[in-house]
């Protein structure tokens, strides 16, 4: 059933004012309803919430759907009859504001959170619109609305899952963000990544490094100094940390310096591809030698010259 029909059947139900067509409706349409890409006035919202009123485990497409903001709040509460929910990263935003208004959609915002699997999903990859191009340039998040992802998540009380990718965040907007790292799984491309690094304070970075989990990627990045520091942090509060990818980052033994201690935090590590020498390589291979947690050391295309020390150890990759 295409979107305009199946908003044009919700509608006509509403108006008959019977409940029971809903189960009927659902029944035939496998508990699905797509309202993709369709632009909904006050009379079809009121349809959709009849329609969930009498319904329960549906599944909703709301994919670049437009709903007027006065609307929303009273239509998020009611997606307690939803069991799966698909919505653009601009309506989800609309969404997270109507959940923060006041303290009385405290519910909303766990109903909201609940529905989505508790993921925060703003990347434009993940609900790609093939046929246009509106929704496929980065999103800048302002500082409010970081402020009311924060609010949203602290009411949810449970551990959310936050794709920041194809976004921008300034400085303030990520304040907002830093006091509820710690209950979240924080995927974000590596500008953003390097952006999180660069401001993080010191009493910020064990829930930074709770929120990035067992992989930090930076690989084909300049590693700044206070790029450095910040992951210094990092690796200080780390705990399980499988993979660290520092390849191709224009690092040299002096950059080194500064990694190095809390470098047997991390299983594995990919130093490929810098400016590293046999100064370098060698302090690395003192930090190595004394510490099992680290499984694999790969040092392709660096400036290391005297190899033959590495011989003896398999951890190492440098051939």
Known sequence: MSSSFMLS?????????SGGFVSSLLSSVKNYISLQSRELDSV???????TLQHCTAVSLNLLWTSIPEEELESIVPLFRHVSSLSVARRLLLKMLHCCSVSDVQQEAAAVLLSVLQHKLDFSCRSALDLTTNTDSETLHLTTEDCRVMS???QRAHTHTQLILQDCEINTAG???LFPVLHSVKLCCDKSLLLRFLAHVRPEEAASLSRALGDEVDLSQTHLEPQVCRGLV???EYSEGLTELDLSQCRLTDHSLDLLLPNLHKAQNIDF???SITDIGA????SIVSHNSNIK???LFNNRIEFRQLFLTDPRFEIW
């Open 9 to 17: 059947v919700i509608r006509e139900i509403y108006e008959s004012g």
């Open 44 to 50: 079809h919202c009121a349809a959709l919430r009849f």
């Open 151 to 153: 609010t949203v998540i």
């Open 174 to 176: 990520m304040d907002q």
């Open 233 to 235: 942090l990092i690796l």
């Open 272 to 274: 490929s591809g810098n």
């Open 282 to 285: 060698q302090r690395i291979y």
């Open 296 to 298: 694999t050391v790969r």
